[in-house]
């Protein structure tokens, strides 16, 4: 294996210069061989280093059992290996998280009855990252088409996160049965493309362009829980090298690794709701330690080491041995979007819940006293804005409203570079600078407390009684419980 990615991209282009002198041709032209491209060697159904030629067929046969000359060990000093296509499926973390990142569960809340009518069931997938819409430079999320449209969902119906509000179902319900509560809404379905190329999906963020309000959905373009090169950022777009090691972060198996085996695979033909769908030339990829991605992972951004986003997790095997994703190029241009890496939107009116106070806290008091004017800056004073995004306000939020919710996940030390430290700094420097004075006076009077509590624990649960007592409240645009 090429030690280096430019090494990598040489070797491909190498094989790819044999293929197109005639190479090609000559292997299709082996009974039972319908696609060839350049791709890792497989051993056992497991890639190997080795880059070779790959030569598809239907069916893999003993070479005794053949009637004609089988494909040849190697073509040029270039090892050949045949594979098997088998049948594939489409592939569908139910945290709440406000503000939205990449990596997290989605629905359209379409509920429809099990094919034995006996079971209610929806939809679920994953949203990958966020974009911009050429046309008007607005922010939309990215998923897979057929987890934005399952059941029916079309263009202007809404998209929720986690899921959408629980109601009461029954089989002898009219069904396809549509979410009544837009709770938990956050975007509308505007554009989707199903073709030969891609199965990809694009909803606008109900997120605030008003001058005079605080609503809206807040999110950044990170992944939750990447972690790669010391970041969760999205860094762009790529192109998917065959044999590059890759990322992932699905609402189903969480973060995993793999490689690409080849970025041209053949013909995939997947049957969903009496149709069937033909997919050609996708990036078919494979997990280092078990399966890349599991049914609820459709709709996830496949990442390189560079964090740049190289395609989209649309599809896997039946036994979750081997996953298919769009190329990105294709992508943006069926939904005529771009991924820059700087997506970032403001701080939603309803903060994350982040859990109950303990008893006796002064700090119940100042997140009544105060969260109204913070979100106000957040949203509309440019300044402040600036300063939440640097510090990766989101992010945090996000990491503390998961920590509420699973005792056993640890906060990161820093995300996208900014360290715990760094955060809190940067957000006292802006509400000092731009806040009312009773805002500034408590920033100042608490602002040792919080960062030793901050940066000296690891969960929510922790920091919250580092800080100490106080009057039972609950933390994220709730009344006051009394207690």
Same mark, same amino acid.
């Given at each position: 294996?090429? @030690? ?19 190479? &090609? ?20 159904? &497991? ?13 893999? &046969? ?39 990142? $990449? ?47 399952? !059941? ?52 606008? /963020? ?14 950044? !373009? ?9 970041? !969760? ?7 998917? +090298? ?66 740049? /986003?190289? $395609? ?9 041995? !081997? ?8 992508? *943006?241009?069926? *939904? ?38 913070? /979100? ?7 300044? +402040? ?8 306000? =989101? ?10 919710? @699973? =005792?056993?996940?640890?906060? =990161? ?37 919080? *960062? ?32």
């Amino acid at each position: 294996m090429p @030690d280096s990615i430019e090494e990598l991209i040489a070797e491909n282009r190498r094989i790819e210069g044999i293929l197109a002198g005639g190479a &090609r041709d000559r292997l299709l032209a082996v009974p039972g061989v319908y696609h060839v491209a350049t791709g890792l060697k497989e051993v056992g159904g &497991r890639a190997t280093d080795e880059l070779c030629v790959k030569a598809y067929v239907h069916e893999k &046969r003993e070479l005794a059992a053949l009637s004609h000359e089988p494909v040849p060990s190697t073509v040029s000093g270039v090892r050949t290996d045949v594979c098997e296509v088998g049948r594939v499926r489409f592939t569908s973390d139910s945290f709440r998280y406000r503000g939205l990142t $990449g990596g997290i569960q989605i629905t359209n809340g379409i509920k429809v009855l099990s094919a034995d009518h006996t079971e209610v069931e929806y939809e679920t997938g994953t949203l990958g990252c966020f974009a911009t819409h050429v046309t008007d430079g607005k922010p939309v999320l990215l998923t897979a088409w057929h987890v934005a449209t399952a !059941n029916g969902a079309t263009y202007g119906e809404s998209i929720f996160q986690p899921d959408s509000e629980i109601t009461e179902d029954t089989v002898d319900d009219r069904y396809p049965k549509r979410p009544v509560s837009m709770k938990n809404a956050v975007a509308k379905i505007a554009d989707y493309k199903v073709d030969a190329k891609v199965d990809c999906a694009i909803a606008r /963020v109900n997120t605030c362009y008003s001058c005079c309000c605080n609503c809206g959905i807040g999110f950044d !373009n990170v992944v939750r829980e990447l972690a790669v090169g010391g970041s !969760n950022a999205v860094a762009g777009t790529a192109a998917a +090298v065959s044999g590059q090691p890759v990322f992932k972060v699905g609402r189903t198996s969480d973060r995993t690794s793999g490689r690409i085996i080849t970025t041209s695979f053949p013909s995939l033909s997947i049957d969903l709701d009496g149709k069937t769908y033909t997919f050609t030339n996708q990036i078919h990829i494979q997990g280092d330690t078990g399966p890349f991605a599991g049914p609820g992972d459709s709709g996830a951004v496949v990442v390189d080491q560079n964090r740049k /986003v190289v $395609g989209l997790h649309f599809a896997g095997d039946a036994n979750d041995a !081997n996953s298919y994703a769009n190329h990105i190029a294709d992508v *943006l241009a069926a *939904l005529h979007i771009t991924i820059t890496g700087t997506e970032a939107a403001l701080l939603a009116e309803e903060l994350p819940d982040l859990g109950t106070l303990p008893p006796g806290s002064w700090l119940a008091g100042r997140v009544e006293a105060h969260q109204s004017e913070v /979100v106000t800056l957040v949203n509309h004073d440019r300044r +402040v804005t600036v300063a939440w995004h640097r510090a990766q306000g =989101p992010s945090w939020l996000a990491a503390l409203a998961r920590s509420a919710r @699973d =005792p056993a996940y640890r906060l =990161p030390h820093e995300i996208a570079g900014v360290t715990r430290a760094d955060a809190l700094a940067r957000l006292r420097d802006a509400l000092v600078q731009h806040g009312g004075a009773e805002l500034r006076a408590d920033v100042e009077r608490h602002y040792d407390l919080v *960062l030793a509590a901050f940066t000296g624990h690891h969960t929510t649960g922790e920091l919250l009684d580092a800080i100490g007592g106080g009057t039972p409240v609950r933390i994220g645009g709730g009344d006051a419980e009394n207690g």
